[in-house]
């Protein structure tokens, strides 16, 4: 793998100063407190330092920041990608436990919170291509009488405003009252979700502001299964993960992938349980693996063939623009100006994980990281993009 030569691009991902992965109201003493989506914090530029164009090189030197990030007590284990023309390079450090002896590689599986929205967005991107169900949809059509949906000043919610984070919905409903704080959303039924829609009142206009929503891309999820007649794993198998035949992702773990799950830790790197997502699924359920991943960016980049190259295009593209965040949304994912070039990304966060996924569209390069930390992995984002990027 080439170095990042001589360019001084700082990637800003944590100093944009919003998370945007998936969060929850998790409970201590019955007590809401919030899961962190991100620090929010600036890390400090890294200069690109004089890297040998010898790949066994620049694989030891990205082991040695992950061994650094590990050390520092900000993961128990992590997995890094690189993806490129022609090439795929992998590292792992750490554990894939506490005190156990496993350690995590390309095919560790990974809880990825809300990377799970791209996937979302990339299937209604899909759908769009041939089903007659598009981001023009209103979700009440697809709903039925089953539910009310909000509307505000005569305008619907569409699926539209769903992927783009502008439906006027907030980031979670306010009937989430989990049994199992450890595994807030696995209760959240269909029925739940459809007594919030008809009991919500909007507080702004659909579709003038961005406001990040995970009930939103819950939502989204949701109304595509029933568009299909079937559930959300099933519309993700079928429209992407078979495709691709990325054979390691899923949100129902088999056996085989069960045994290769890292365990979760929290902040304190203490472990936690799993996180199951019922009706919102669509923002956050999915598991997956680093290779899986770099897949999944190589079909984005155009560096694999696949049906999905449209629709995959089609999420690139802007479709709305929050000044507050500095950025563009497109669908699913986020889309900042790094002096003058676009990077395409998303993270996310469960109880337990971290996650990152970005690229560079035009240098046709892309990164991901997993983390079986809750600490948020964009500050080694950064890193890793200034020093071994070469766009």
Known sequence: MRGAGSTGKVFSVAAIGIALALWVVACANSSPVTVPEGSGE???????????????????????????????????????????????????????????SGLPDGDTVFEIGSITKVFTSTALADLEMGSGVGLETPVQSLLGDQVQMPTRNGTEITLGHLATHSSGLPRLPNNLAPVDWANPYADYTAERLYEFLADHE???????????????????????????????????????????????????????????????????????????????????????????????????LGLRQTPLHAAMQRTHVPQASDPAMGMDLGLGWLIADIDGRRFVWHNGATGGYSSFIGFDPEAREGIVILSNSVISVDGLAQRLVTLFFNG
């Open 202 to 300: 909007l507080t702004r206009d659909i579709g003038e502001t961005v406001g990040y929503s995970n009930l939103g891309y819950g939502l989204l999820g949701h109304a595509l299964a029933i568009s299909e007649g079937t559930d959300y794993e099933t519309v993700i198998v079928q429209r992407i993960l078979d495709p691709l035949e990325m054979a390691d992702t899923a949100v129902t773990l088999t056996p085989p992938l069960e045994a290769r799950l890292a365990t979760g830790h929290d902040e304190r790197l203490l472990p936690v349980a799993n996180w199951d997502l019922a009706a919102l699924a669509g923002a956050g359920a999915l598991r997956s693996t680093v290779n899986d991943l770099a897949t999944f960016l190589e079909a984005n």
């Open 42 to 100: 600036t890390t400090e530029a890294v200069e690109p330092s004089d890297l040998v164009d010898d790949e066994s090189t620049q694989e030891a030197q990205i082991r040695g920041l992950l061994e650094e990030f590990v050390e520092d007590g900000q993961s128990v284990g992590v997995v890094v990608g690189i993806v490129r023309e022609g090439e795929r390079v992998v590292v792992g450090a750490g554990r894939l436990a506490v005190g156990g």
